[in-house]
């Protein structure tokens, strides 16, 4: 049972550079989501999703796309790579009346 | 505009004394209060929760208090142990919200 998984864990993108960010869960969860942590910043949410085909905008969400074809994938798009979009990526999944479950994380660079 | 803000970015205690992190919100709304811990290169885990009908929740070494009027919450932590060294998260939502919103985070160091 491995929760949340992301790939890749770690990244290093040229700037106008495209890439995808993965995440997959078997916790059957409806709720999923993206945030980003930066130094003095926290978790900002940047797009979350109640369920298939459902999506909608968090705090920080210019310059990222998603979807959700399926409850088991929630991918996170970065359609043009900026430095400002250096950051470690964290995806989320929660039940109903259970708590947050992070994956362990995507460090990205742009450079 | 941050609704959750954790005012202390480090916080360094002896083993075996008491850690206290501090949180406060804005948002009246919020309802639910969750704190994270939070190791390098890990994801956070879940590690103690508080509604709003309650003023303290106890598990183990860990407590939370909540003061709604104030809009305060602290999360103690007694004995404190080189294990408890990490980024502790403040966060928080309103009812039937599953959206969290996450504090700037409290690096706390135990010293042996």
């Known amino acids: 049972n491995a929760g949340v998984t992301q790939t890749p864990k770690f990244q290093v993108l040229k700037t106008g550079q495209s890439m995808t960010l993965q995440c997959a869960q078997d916790?059957?969860?409806?709720?999923m989501s993206w945030y980003r942590q930066d130094p003095g910043m926290g978790l900002r949410l940047i797009h979350y999703s109640v369920g298939a085909g459902i999506t909608d905008q968090g705090e920080v969400p210019n310059g990222y796309n998603v979807s959700r074809s399926t409850t088991e994938d929630f991918p996170l798009r970065l359609l043009s790579a900026a430095p400002s979009q250096t950051s470690v990526y964290f995806c989320?999944?929660?039940?109903?009346?259970?708590?947050?479950?992070f994956g362990s994380g995507t460090r990205l660079t742009v450079v | 505009d941050q609704q959750v803000k954790q005012n202390s970015p480090s916080l360094s205690v002896q083993e075996g004394r008491i850690s206290i992190l501090n949180c406060d919100y804005t948002?009246?709304?919020?309802?639910?209060f969750l704190w994270y811990k939070k190791y390098p290169a890990e994801g956070p885990t879940f590690l103690i929760s508080?509604?709003?009908?309650?003023d303290k929740n106890e598990d183990g070494r860990f407590t939370v208090f909540l003061n709604k009027s104030a809009k305060h919450l602290s999360l103690h932590i007694v004995p404190s142990q080189p294990g408890d060294s990490a980024v502790y998260f403040c966060?928080?939502?309103?009812?039937?919200?599953?959206?969290?919103?996450f504090g700037a985070g409290t690096t706390v160091t135990v010293r042996a």
């Open positions: 948002n009246s709304m919020f309802d639910y």
């Open positions: 989320a999944t929660s039940g109903v009346g259970y708590g947050y479950t």
């Open positions: 966060a928080a939502s309103g009812s039937n919200d599953y959206k969290l919103s």
């Open positions: 916790m059957n969860h409806e709720y």
């Open positions: 508080i509604s709003s009908i309650k």
